[in-house]
């Protein structure tokens, strides 16, 4: 969430607000944006509008996204003069972006995306934009530096789980710069990172069943991926010889090709 001026801040712990109050951070994320007349930016979380406020200076139009409804009249009367402001009140990991974008500015192929996440939501949000992602550009999203930390762990490093793969397997994943706690109002206790994610085009990684097996591979991150594995793929031993893994290996240690090759010889199995 952004807040700008020096009004009242309305933070909401439910919601998971924290407001970005610091201008060098509101123009280093909206520099990473990269707005220019004539993009369409969906803004989740707009809180106040210090980062909108900066979008639409730019030239761009902005599609806000915000749940809570008492900061929804206030980005109305402020933003929607310049006649490239729309503000919906919704649940953006529920949210349909290609409709919203259609709906709102038609014509517009794909749509650059802006959003700073709380914890709670962060697995959720990024599992639906891999989903949408066909609508967006790219997408600059600051979340909790945990989360970051995650999502951007390489192969054989411990932080590697479920959601990094699952975004690996939907966007090309740049880490950019960290915002500390004061950054913000009312100050959190931790660190947050912003982080570029740039669409993948569709792949094996997007189907449902693809996401089932990543989901049971790190069950149990301390057991081996054939252990994980086994009681829900009776064959799983003759897949990973199949796609040249080590059954003795655990999940965190394998790269997206592997799970690629391992997802392709579990349905060539499973075909037989």
């Given at each position: 969430?952004?807040?700008?001026?020096?009004?009242?801040?309305?933070?909401?712990?439910?919601?998971?607000?924290?407001?970005?109050?610091?201008?060098?951070?509101?123009?280093?994320?909206?520099?990473?944006?990269?707005?220019?007349?004539?993009?369409?930016?969906?803004?989740?979380?707009?809180?106040?509008?210090?980062?909108?406020?900066?979008?639409?200076?730019?030239?761009?139009?902005?599609?806000?996204?915000?749940?809570?409804?008492?900061?929804?009249?206030?980005?109305?009367?402020?933003?929607?003069?310049t006649g490239r402001f729309k503000v919906v009140e919704a649940d953006a990991s529920e949210a349909d972006l290609r409709v919203l974008i259609d709906t709102h500015f038609p014509g517009t192929p794909r749509a650059k995306l802006v959003a700073n996440l709380p914890y709670y939501i962060s697995t959720a949000i990024l599992q639906h934009l891999a989903a949408e992602r066909h609508c967006l550009l790219e997408?600059?999203?600051?979340?909790?530096?945990?989360?970051?930390d995650r999502i951007t762990a390489p192969a054989g490093n411990s932080e590697r789980g479920f959601l990094t793969v699952i975004v690996e397997g939907a966007f090309v994943v740049e880490r950019l710069f960290?915002?500390?706690?004061?950054?913000?109002?009312?100050?959190?206790?931790?660190?947050?990172?912003?982080?570029?994610?740039?669409?993948?085009p569709e792949s094996l990684a997007d189907e449902p069943a693809f996401r089932s097996l990543i989901s049971a591979a790190f069950a149990q991150k301390r057991k081996t991926i054939?252990?994980?594995?086994?009681?829900?793929?009776?064959d799983i031993a003759t897949a990973l010889?199949?796609?040249?893994?080590?059954?003795k290996r655990r999940a965190e240690t394998l790269e997206l090709a592997e799970w690629l090759r391992l997802y392709t010889a579990l349905c060539s199995s499973a075909e037989q």
């Open positions: 969430m952004s807040e700008a001026g020096d009004r009242p801040l309305r933070a909401k712990r439910s919601l998971g607000q924290n407001f970005l109050v610091d201008p060098n951070y509101v123009r280093k994320i909206i520099a990473a944006v990269r707005p220019v007349a004539g993009d369409v930016v969906v803004e989740i979380g707009p809180g106040r509008g210090a980062l909108t406020e900066g979008l639409l200076e730019s030239g761009a139009a902005v599609i806000a996204i915000e749940l809570d409804r008492e900061l929804v009249p206030e980005l109305q009367l402020r933003f929607a003069p997408l600059v999203l600051m979340f909790q530096r945990e989360v970051v960290d915002v500390p706690p004061e950054a913000f109002r009312p100050r959190p206790k931790i660190w947050s990172s912003v982080v570029r994610l740039v669409p993948k054939a252990n994980n594995l086994k009681s829900v793929y009776p010889a199949a796609a040249g893994v080590d059954a």
